[in-house]
């Protein structure tokens, strides 16, 4: 059963809407990401499913039940903490910190004790236990943070950009130690980044936020842009930051646009085909981060665009940053929502 | 002897008896700063007792009323206090809605209109306190599951300077109050002459020594309470 549950939510700051979902849904064990872009609504998205904030319209549902009232929102909020991306720690010491959310729970003595120790263990905090907030680095506290959240054993662990104030190998030693939370009790946990590459290197369900929408297809490739109407038929030249896409819809007005990776082929010279897009650019990055093997290749064809491609079309194409390529792919392989 | 002659001898008389007073240890006026200073914790301590909730609940919870409640305290702020004795003598008196009690012309009628000169200081200043706060320290109490009291604490910690600041305000507040303290007190010698109204009553005599030795000793009572504040504030690190 899902741990928490977002049905038909919408949410508004001032006359603003900025949340916008249908359905949202994250069970025990889960390697969530959030990906989008500064302002996209990961941050506001993060606080529902916290249940620090309360949405203007829809049903939060824990454990299969409607959070109402303020008791429901207490009891929800010892299954599922939360790590803000600049999080703050509490005056007192490090080990105070992590005896927070335990002491909350009615734990004292020596299993506090055992508890603090064991989770200043995990994320490698221990020498820090005595300092205090201003003896800390920004990276030193935002381990402190996770270790504190993770010290109360959630069933769901949200952390806001988590990688944002550490280096490498803070990062690694972060995600080995959620790694190990998740064997011992299959914790749940749903971050937020603005960087693709972290999502994929942390998760392996991406969920990509525009303008407060979930993105039916793919994280790649989102455009924020404003449909014309069409001159003809159905097919629309779309004008995405200097390039002009054509896209297949009946809609007009603002839209978000998203061009599936995998529908994108790539070629080294123009070819002849059906597609109504074929944009010619450089290879800007090659990365291998997909858990299925497949090769994202992404290209400055006026804006960024990546596809995905196999190990094997890499070798052959010789795509290496730098090279000449053409992207092409059809006006109805283009998501508009 | 010229009118400056004169002048300089009335100061210095003043002065020669005011130290007469302090150093012989009159008990007069260690009285009334006994009874000054009792006035001053109870009604410090029941406002901050009120107020400070009070502050909380303003700053914390966005609720039907509430910037009418903040005009209010606003607008409390700047009550004189003339006015406020007045209407804690109607509440009193014999012929008043609380006239039974009988406390009309006793310290606990300058306590109570002290409180209310203190109250929207303590609520005013511990609302600034509280919303001077970093907001993510609340939402992470209540993320790590702290109920409302627990969090509430925690916010108060961080607030701690501010929160003593509200204390000292509103202590400073009630050990200068004259007026309400005349009128609902009565100014009784032994009874409820405060230091306040023994400097207003003794400078309308004539009696400047006098007047002068209880003013000092009200300067020197507000200096020791405040220096003991910021003892406080200053203990404990961050």
Known sequence: MAVIELRDVRHDYGDRTVLELPSFTLAAGDRVAIVGHNGSGKS??????????????????????????????????????????????????????????????????????????????????????????????????QRVAVARALATEPELLLLDEPASSADRAAVTALHAALESARRDWQVGICLASHQLEDAYRWADDIRALADGRLSPVTPENLFRATLPAAASGNVRQVDVGGVTLAVMTDRTGPAILAVPPTDILVSTAPIASSARNALAGRVTRVARVRPDGGVHVTADVGVELTAVVTEDAVRELALAPGRTVVLSFKASAVRVF | MDHRGRRVDFLAEGLRRALALIVGGDRELYGSAALTLRVAVAA?????????????????????????????????????????????????????????????YTWQAIVVGDVLLALPIAVALSAAAVEGVDPRIRRTALTLGAGRWRTAWTVAREARFALAAVVTAAFGRVIAEVGAAMIVGGNIRGETRTLTTGVALFTAQGDFGTALALGAVLLALALFVNLALQALQGHGRD
Do not use: H
């Open chain 1, 44 to 141: 506001t998205l993060l606080r529902l499913l916290a249940l620090l904030e309360t949405p203007a319209t829809g049903v939060v549902l824990v454990r299969g039940r409607p959070v109402t009232g303020s008791r429901a929102r207490r009891a929800a909020r010892r299954r599922i903490t939360l790590v803000e991306q600049r999080p703050v720690l509490f005056r007192g010491t490090v080990r105070d910190n992590l005896a927070y959310g335990l002491r909350a729970r009615g734990v004292r003595g020596l299993a506090l004790d055992r508890a603090v120790v064991a989770t200043a263990e995990r994320i490698g905090v221990t020498t820090l236990l005595m300092r205090r907030r201003s003896e800390l680095s920004d990276g030193e506290i």
């Open chain 2, 44 to 104: 410090t301590g029941v406002a901050c007792a009120l107020g400070i909730p009070a502050g909380f609940a303003l700053a914390g919870r966005r609720f039907w009323g509430r910037r009418v409640a903040l005009v209010v305290v606003n607008t409390a702020l700047a009550v004189p206090t003339v006015v406020l004795g007045l209407v804690v003598y109607g509440l009193l008196s014999r012929r008043g809605p609380l006239g039974t009690i009988d406390w009309l």
